[in-house]
């Protein structure tokens, strides 16, 4: 029986043993994680507007967890003062110029006080402190420029609304572009002839380069005309040559020029026998004159050839002529 | 005074049977004595350590495979059931905080008490209610035992003591089976998951939750007690006491959560 009792009691106080030790763990876990046991200093700063901040609220400092929210009080008429713990091992990092703002542990989260730094030029922050607010904006303040977005997305939409009616009806130029077919067709043309433009370029433009490259081969002339000093000095010889040749023909031309222009005048020989009317009758009549005498030449020459004291002469040179040509074939 | 009960029934009857508000309020009334009695009779000695500590064993050892077993279904279940939800918002990853709150705040109270009530309270009412009719209440009486302190006393004392313990192990257990099923689905690890849980809990949770449990434990014992002590009616009447032990206790702690809730809220603003 004693031992039963024995048992019972080593049971029953092994039951609530552990069941306080939960509690226990709980309590200390809960209090490391609300950083109740940590040793800390005491900052407040005086916000305008807290959005909601309440006591037990994180304090942020690049993002690590450094204190929570102590008291919150109204301060003055308005404003609100808060303060707040931190660690005192965070001392060594916030500056008396630091900035505290109020901040949100997530899109719906709760509210929290985030912290920077300051310049390293200040002393660091000390118990009892008053930091300064870096205002940033609010939900609110998002949530408003965001309606004025969204006017305007609104208002974007309704003219591109409008703008696609208008194409989708040929409204416009760009409305034509997209549905008169002509007008589709004369671009097509266009984008062939562009293409046929840009290969006939292309192909130019390889010529070109090909004619370039050959100009521009050792020996050739271009580049003996660039590079060599006896071919320019020969161009220039030829140059001053055909200068010379030019001159003469002009000294030349000049000289045809009056002579031409003699030939005009009837004061010299040609140009009487050119211009005078009279002296051409003359001509004409003794070139009559001569047709008549060499007619009857040839008829006295005829009657020659068959007087008796000739007719031997003429019949032995025509059969030398007969043999010559005989031989000839 | 005749301390008979028959004598005095008869001379109730002769007097004036009285009518229902009247009985409410002489219950009423008659409660606020065993209350008062109760306290009284706790803090004089002579202390039964002895008996205190068998209903320790009984009411709180042998209830903690069951409670134990239920707490940890119920985490379980309650994360499984709560993931859909979270899981609409993309916030799965509150589940921990979600099941903290639920489980630490009320559930585990709340759960412990009302398993409680249905095992404890029941067999407190039984027990005591066998032990008037079989008149061993009376015996103790005559033999010069106070048997409110050995009956009464001890057990409510071993509710009161016993029942926070419980809820202390249910809400470990209950985080336990929520963790598996987070872990099961999630991937999240033990450190994660205690540490996102204990963000959202404060250390008013758990004051709020230890006082409420206590409250319940003493409303379990002082109810069933009341039950079994004042029953009658042979053996009906212990049916009826154990009965009544699990219906009104389980109905008082609903009020009492209730009004709790509202009491403590005041302190959250």
């Known amino acids: 029986m004693q031992g039963t009792d024995n048992k019972r009691k080593a049971i029953v106080g092994l039951f609530i043993l552990i069941g306080l030790i939960i509690l226990v763990v709980a309590i200390f876990t809960l209090g490391s994680q609300k950083k109740l046991f940590v040793k800390s200093f005491s900052v407040n700063v005086v916000f305008d507007d807290i959005q909601g901040l309440k006591t037990g609220n994180n304090v942020w400092y690049s993002g690590v967890k450094v204190g929570t929210i102590k008291k919150i009080q109204f301060y003055g008429s308005s404003q609100v003062q808060v303060f707040m713990n931190i660690e005192e091992e965070t001392h060594r990092y916030i500056h008396k110029d630091a900035k505290a703002s109020i901040s949100s542990d997530g899109l719906i989260g709760n509210k929290i006080i985030v912290l920077t730094s300051g310049s390293a030029k200040f002393p660091f922050v000390e118990d009892g402190d008053r930091l300064q607010v870096n205002t940033t904006l609010s939900t609110d303040e998002i949530m408003k420029t965001l309606q004025v977005n969204n006017e305007n997305l609104v208002d974007i939409t309704s003219n591109f609304k409008v703008l696609a009616k208008n194409l989708v009806e040929g409204k416009g130029t760009a409305g034509a572009l997209l549905a008169d077919e002509k007008i589709a067709e004369n671009f097509k043309t266009i984008v062939v002839n562009l293409r046929n433009t840009t290969a006939s370029a292309n192909k130019m433009a390889l010529e070109l380069d090909a004619f370039t490259h050959t100009l521009n081969t050792k020996g050739g002339l271009a580049d003996k005309l660039l590079t060599d000093t006896a071919v320019f000095a020969q161009l220039q010889r030829s140059v001053n040559e055909l200068q010379k040749t030019a001159k003469s023909a002009s000294v030349l031309t000049e000289n045809l020029n009056q002579a031409s222009s003699k030939l005009t005048k009837p004061d010299n020989a040609v140009g009487l026998l050119l211009n005078d009317q009279g002296t051409a009758d003359q001509i004409k009549a003794i070139m009559q004159n001569l047709q008549t005498s060499s007619k009857k030449l040839d008829e006295n020459m005829e009657a020659m050839q068959s007087n008796f004291l000739l007719r031997g002469y003429f019949k032995d040179k025509a059969k030398e002529e007969e043999k010559r040509q005989a031989q000839e074939h | ?269």
């Open chain 2, 1 to 269: 005074m005749d301390k008979n009960p028959e004598t005095s029934t008869v001379l109730k009857k002769e007097v004036k049977s009285p009518g229902k508000l009247t009985r409410m309020f002489l219950t009423l009334y008659e409660v606020y004595q065993f209350v008062l009695r109760f306290f009284k009779e706790a803090f004089l000695p002579p202390y039964e350590g002895k008996e205190l500590l068998r209903q320790c064993y009984d009411i709180g050892y042998r209830s903690l495979l069951l409670i134990s077993t239920t707490g940890f279904i119920t985490g379980m279940v309650f994360t499984k059931q709560s993931r859909p939800s979270l899981a609409e918002f993309g916030a799965t990853s509150w589940l921990p905080s979600l099941v903290a709150i639920a489980l630490l705040r009320t559930l585990a109270p709340l759960l412990t008490s009302l398993i409680a009530a249905g095992k404890v309270g029941s067999s407190i009412g039984a027990e005591l209610g066998s032990m008037r009719v079989t008149e061993q209440i009376d015996a103790m009486e005559v033999s010069a035992t106070n048997p409110f302190k050995f009956l009464v006393t001890t057990r409510v004392l071993a509710s009161t003591i016993t029942i926070p313990i419980l809820t202390f192990y249910t809400g470990l257990v209950g985080m336990l089976g929520a963790l598996l099923n987070v872990w099961l689905s999630e991937g999240t690890g033990a450190t994660l998951f205690f540490q996102m849980a204990l963000e959202s809990i404060t250390f008013l949770d758990i004051i709020a939750s230890t006082l409420k449990a206590v409250l319940f434990g003493f409303t379990i014992g002082i109810v069933g007690c009341y039950q079994g002590y004042n029953s009658s009616k042979g053996t009906e009447g212990v049916g009826k006491a154990a009965n009544s032990s699990v219906v009104i206790g389980m109905f008082l702690i609903f009020i009492e959560e209730v009004i709790s809730v509202q009491f403590f809220a005041l302190f959250r603003s």
